[in-house]
């Protein structure tokens, strides 16, 4: 016998249970300025689209998730990370930078790095929380 999937409870747990992190999503609004004394290139102005809950995962923390909710709900990428919004944040384009703020552990290997997000976010007939694929860009 089958049981039937309610998508507010799996909502609710995965939101819950792993949107723990502050994420900050940015989106680049003009170019950078040559700073002629200088003459370094200084920062690329950016305006900030959401910044709250969420969780950033690497393909390993795909299927940890999956063992806490007890059901796979994410299909295997190309991308090694997604980051986890919940459905009432705004929607990252394609390159929007990913970052996060503060970890939930404290001791997150998640800080300090930067992604940036390879396409919209996935689209789906029940959505649960939001998912976009994304590719780290943190300098060496």
Known sequence: MTTGIDPAEV??????????????????????????????VGPVPAAVIYEG????????????????????????????????????????????????????SGSSATLGRTWQVLDSSEASTVELVRVTRLDEITPP
């Open 11 to 40: 909502q609710r747990q995965l939101e819950d249970k792993l949107l723990k992190d502050t994420i900050r999503i940015s989106r680049v609004t003009g170019t950078a300025v040559l700073d002629p004394v200088t003459g370094l």
């Open 53 to 104: 809950r969420g969780a950033v995962l690497s393909g390993h923390g795909q299927v940890t998730a999956e063992g806490i909710v007890g059901r796979q709900w994410l299909d295997d990428t190309v991308s090694w990370y997604r980051l986890l919004t919940p459905l009432g944040a705004a929607v990252p384009a394609r390159s929007d930078r990913v970052e996060v703020v503060t970890a939930y």
